[in-house]
């Protein structure tokens, strides 16, 4: 997105610093992800992205969890909608559900529903299944299941499609393309297929 030339600024909500510039960029740094200074005249954000999540492990707590997988998450689109986004995409995970019987996918789950009653005008949330691709720390439990899912690959379309481990990198560039386009949907649910079909009409 920095080298789109329609694109005038991206702002950067992160709780660390960045480790690359660039002149577009502006990055607001804080540990709780909160926004404390706004210009007037600072351009108007109208497209956002929130990709913000952790793991039980990484938390080490379920209430730790459920800080940053729903609180934050929550917190974020709600400063992003008062700073002028009318557009929003949002990473969940495949099985989301409020009703789930994981703490995780429920944390997710209430999440999309209280996006969905902050009434952007589109919201796109991705779905993806295993995620590949960098992180500062690797899960090792994912790594294991990617291996396996690996050989099994060959047995897996239809429903079992949307298992098949994707980049992360080609969930972000699914929910650029979704996000950017004229689509009337309120709001959209893209799984693991979805975003492989995006990313072959579009590249």
Known sequence: MLEAEPIEKIY????????????KLVTIQHPELQVHEWESDDVQPKYGFICLGTTLK???????LEHVDYELVCQVAQEMKLLGV???????????????????LRCKGRMELALERLNFERLVIAHPGPL??????????????????????????GPLANFVPIDAEDVAKAM??????????????????S?????NKYQ
């Open 58 to 64: 990484q938390a080490g707590s379920k209430p730790a």
């Open 12 to 23: 950067a909500l992160s709780r660390k610093p960045l480790p690359f510039f660039h002149s």
């Open 132 to 157: 590949k691709g960098l992180r500062e720390s690797p899960r090792k439990d994912e790594a294991v299941l990617q291996a396996v899912l690996r050989v099994v690959k060959p047995v897996m379309f």
């Open 86 to 104: 009318t557009h929003l995409a949002v990473v969940s995970s495949l099985g989301a559900s409020t009703r789930s019987f994981s703490h995780y």
């Open 195 to 199: 975003m492989k079909a995006l990313l």
């Open 176 to 193: 650029q393309y979704s996000l950017f386009s004229h689509a009337t949907k309120k709001v959209e649910i893209l799984d693991t297929v």
